[in-house]
């Protein structure tokens, strides 16, 4: 069964310091691979993908994911961390194929708080 | 980037009453609209996939007599709650499959409260 693990509830980070959201994944061939952001009581934000190609993705506001296919890992990471990037972060995959409707499957979230 | 619109944003209803949702791809067609549950501080729950002119395909332990979808056109796909009770209170969210690209977006999210 497709799943997708985001083994921290929380990560806290100091502004200004490096910070990693968590994100292992289990599907069966190539997926395609997502980051999310929601702030609260809004829907989702796009801020990167892998498709193909190079392993390390750079997306929106300065965020980046290293896709890691040996791990199944694609963790995502940014150098400094700032206080408006306190959100709750998901991780989502979709497998490839043209069976597939689209259809994401969620990692359970991560909180990411950044403090002053 | 493309948008993807959801009304209304909160909605507080009494129990026994049904609640309509509605998205809308407010700059592309979207054959493909997908709707999802999530309750605080969780992740989200796909409900069904809806498809333009079909019936939608709902996931196991949805009930679809309970949340009726109907995707009408391209561009707008209806989520609606019937019978409501406080157990539905839950914030949905929609997202909608470009049919140009392929691309997910997702709308702003739905809070129903059922008093």
């Known amino acids: 069964a497709q799943s997708v693990a985001q083994p921290e509830d929380q990560v806290n980070v100091a502004e200004g310091n490096p910070l990693t959201v968590k994100c292992t994944y289990s599907?069966?061939?190539?997926?395609?691979l997502f980051w999310y952001v929601q702030y609260p009581n809004r829907g989702l934000q796009f801020l990167l993908k892998?498709?193909?190609?190079?392993?390390l993705v750079k997306g929106s506001y300065g965020f980046e994911a290293e896709f890691n296919k040996s791990q199944t890992s694609f963790h995502l990471k940014k150098p400094s961390a700032l206080v408006s990037d306190s959100a709750l972060y998901f991780c989502?995959?979709?497998?490839?194929?043209?069976?597939?409707?689209?259809?994401?499957?969620f990692g359970q979230g991560t909180t990411l708080q950044v403090k002053p | 980037g493309a948008v993807v619109s959801q009304h209304p944003s909160w909605v507080i209803c009494k129990s026994g009453t049904s609640v309509k949702i509605e998205c809308r791809s407010l700059?592309?067609?979207?054959?493909?609209m997908f709707w999802y549950r999530q309750f605080p501080k969780q992740s989200l729950m796909l409900m069904a996939t809806?498809?333009?002119?079909?019936?939608?395909?709902?996931e196991q332990g949805v009930e679809k007599d309970k949340f009726l979808i109907n995707h009408a056109s391209l561009t707008l796909s209806t989520l609606t709650v019937t019978s409501a009770h406080p157990e539905d209170s839950s914030f949905y969210i929609c997202?909608?499959?470009?049919?140009?690209?392929?691309?997910?977006?997702f709308g702003e999210g739905s809070r129903l409260t059922v008093l």
């Open positions: 809806s498809n333009e002119g079909s019936k939608a395909t709902y």
């Open positions: 892998y498709i193909t190609g190079d392993n």
């Open positions: 997202s909608a499959r470009t049919v140009a690209t392929g691309e997910l977006f």
């Open positions: 599907v069966s061939g190539n997926p395609y």
């Open positions: 700059d592309f067609q979207a054959t493909t």
């Open positions: 989502a995959v979709r497998e490839r194929g043209s069976s597939n409707t689209g259809k994401l499957i």
